[in-house]
C-alpha cells in the first residue's frame, strides 16, 4: 500500500516469488503424505506449511485461511495417529485450533498433551489462550500464579499478568 509505485511492484515480486516457493513446497509434501499417509513426520510438515501460510497472512481471505487451518488440522491428526505420543503434535494442535478459534478442538488438542509438560514455559502461554478463550478467568487466575511461581520469564505474558493485576496489584 506505499505511495510509490515501484515499491508496491517491487513488494508483490516478492510476495509472488514467496507463494510460489510455499505452493511448491506444498505440492511435494501433498505427493509425499498421498504416497505415504502413515508418514508422521510428512504429515506434520504438510501441516505446518498450511499454518505458515494463516500465520503469515498470505492465505487470502478469511473463508482461505479457515480452509487452511482446517486442513492442518486434519493433516495432524493423520501424524497424531501415527506418532500418538509426539508432544510437538498435540502441541501443533493445540496452537493451530486456538488459531482457528476452535476452543473445544484445542482442549483435545491440550488434553493430549503429557501431563509433564503442561507446566513447560512453552506450553503455558497456549493454556493461558485457551482460558481466555473460554472465558474460564478461574483458570486463567491459576495459571498466572503457576507461570509466575515457576519463575518463566516472557515479556508478553508479564505484561498480561500486570494488567491483569491492574492498580492493586493482585488478581481480581
Known amino acids: 500500500q506505499d505511495s510509490d509505485e515501484q ?3 517491487y513488494a ?27 508418514a508422521a513426520a510428512t504429515a506434520r510438515r504438510l501441516a505446518e506449511q498450511f499454518f505458515e501460510l494463516v500465520y503469515l497472512d498470505v492465505a487470502g481471505d478469511e473463508a482461505m485461511a479457515a480452509h487452511y487451518l482446517a486442513k492442518a488440522l486434519e493433516l495432524l491428526e493423520h501424524a497424531c495417529e501415527a506418532g500418538p505420543e ?13 488459531r482457528a478459534r476452535h476452543a ?26 485457551l482460558a481466555f478463550l473460554e472465558h474460564d478467568w478461574t ?22 499478568i500486570r494488567f491483569w493485576h491492574g492498580p492493586a496489584g493482585h488478581l481480581p
Open 7 to 9: 515499491v508496491r511492484i
Open 12 to 38: 508483490q515480486n516478492i510476495l509472488s516469488s514467496m507463494l510460489e516457493a510455499f505452493e511448491g513446497r506444498i505440492k511435494d509434501l501433498e505427493g509425499k503424505f498421498r504416497a505415504n499417509p502413515r
Open 86 to 98: 509426539d508432544r510437538e503434535i498435540a502441541l501443533l494442535g493445540l496452537k493451530f485450533a486456538l
Open 104 to 129: 473445544s478442538l484445542a482442549r483435545v488438542w491440550r488434553d493430549r498433551l503429557p501431563p509433564d509438560t503442561l507446566a513447560a514455559q512453552h506450553v503455558l502461554p497456549w493454556r493461558m489462550e
Open 139 to 160: 483458570e486463567m487466575r491459576r495459571l498466572f500464579a503457576m507461570f509466575l511461581a515457576a519463575g518463566h520469564i516472557n515479556p508478553r505474558i508479564d505484561e498480561v
